[in-house]
C-alpha cells in the first residue's frame, strides 16, 4: 500500500511539473516577438492576359491569407496562385480578403458576407491556425465551415480549402510543440469533415509541406518562427495550386 501511494504521489508531481512546464512555455510563446501585422500588405489586382477570360478570384483566412511574413505582397501566397492561375488563360481578379487573428468564426461573419458580394467564380480558404491556439471548440471549427461553404455554394462559387497548417512551429518548444501541432491536425481534420461531406475539394497542407518546414526551418519560415517566410508561401502556392488548376480547369476556347 505504502508503495502504491508512493507512486501515486509520483504521478502526481510528474503531472504537476509537467503543467508547470506546459504554462512556463504558454507564457513565452505569447510574449514573443512576433511579425507586425500592420499596416498590412495591399494584396490584389488583376494577373494573366489581357484578353483572356475573367476569373474572380477571392481568398479569405487569417495572417498567413493576408501575407504576414512575405517580403513584399509579390510574395504572399495569393498572388503567387493567381498569377499561376493566369498562365492557365485566365485573366484573374484577385480579391484578398484574409484578416490577421481570424478564426473560422471570422470568416464566416466577416470575410463570407464581403466574398459573396463581389459574386467569385473560385475562393480559397485557408484557416485554422488560429482556432488551434486559441482552443476552439472542434465542432463549433467543424459547423462554421460547413456555414462558410454552404453561403457560398448559394453564390455558384466553386470553393476550395486548407485547414490548419503543420502547427509544429519553430517559435514553440517542445513538448508545446508537440502539443500545437496535434492539436493543429484535429482542427485541419475538422474542416476537412465539412468540406468532404460537402463534396468540396481540400488541400492537405500540412502533409503536403511539413517536411519542409520542420527539415529547413530558417528558409521556411520567417523571422518569427510561427509565420511562413517566402520561401514558406511557395511551398504553400506549390501544394494549393494543383487543386485549385483541378477545381477550376482551364478557361473555355
Do not use: C
Not at 478570384?57 to 512575405?70: L, P, R
Not at 476550395?160 to 482542427?187: C, K, N, T, Y
Not at 528558409?219 to 501544394?239: I, V
Amino acid at each position: 500500500m505504502r508503495r502504491l501511494r508512493r507512486v501515486a504521489f509520483g504521478l502526481v508531481l510528474a503531472a504537476v511539473a509537467f503543467a508547470g512546464l506546459i504554462g512556463v512555455e504558454v507564457a513565452l510563446a505569447v510574449h514573443r516577438h512576433y511579425l507586425p501585422t500592420q499596416p498590412p500588405l495591399k494584396v490584389g489586382g488583376s494577373f494573366g492576359p489581357a484578353g483572356g477570360r475573367p476569373l474572380t478570384f477571392v481568398v479569405m483566412g487569417d495572417s498567413t491569407a493576408a501575407g504576414v511574413g512575405a517580403s513584399d505582397a509579390a510574395h504572399a501566397y495569393p498572388t503567387l496562385l493567381a498569377r499561376r492561375l493566369g498562365t492557365l488563360g485566365w485573366r484573374v481578379h484577385l480579391s484578398d480578403l484574409g484578416i490577421s487573428g481570424a478564426r473560422t468564426r471570422d470568416v464566416l461573419i466577416d470575410q463570407v458576407p464581403k466574398a459573396m458580394a463581389l459574386r467569385p467564380e473560385l475562393v480559397f480558404v485557408g484557416i485554422g491556425a488560429n482556432d488551434t491556439t486559441h482552443l476552439t471548440n472542434l465542432g463549433s471549427v467543424r459547423e462554421d465551415m460547413g456555414q462558410i461553404l454552404d453561403q457560398l455554394n448559394r453564390t455558384g462559387a466553386t470553393a476550395v480549402v486548407a485547414g490548419a497548417p503543420d502547427m509544429h512551429a519553430a517559435a514553440f518548444l517542445p513538448p508545446l510543440r508537440e502539443i500545437s501541432a496535434w492539436r493543429g491536425r484535429h482542427v485541419a481534420a475538422a474542416i476537412a469533415d465539412a468540406a468532404r461531406s460537402r463534396h468540396v475539394r481540400v488541400v492537405p497542407l500540412a502533409e503536403k509541406t511539413s517536411d519542409l518546414f520542420s527539415d529547413q526551418p530558417n528558409r521556411y519560415y520567417s523571422t518569427d518562427g510561427f509565420h511562413p517566410g517566402p520561401a514558406g508561401y511557395q511551398a504553400w502556392a506549390n501544394a494549393i495550386f494543383p487543386v485549385l488548376e483541378q477545381a477550376i480547369g482551364r478557361p473555355p476556347a
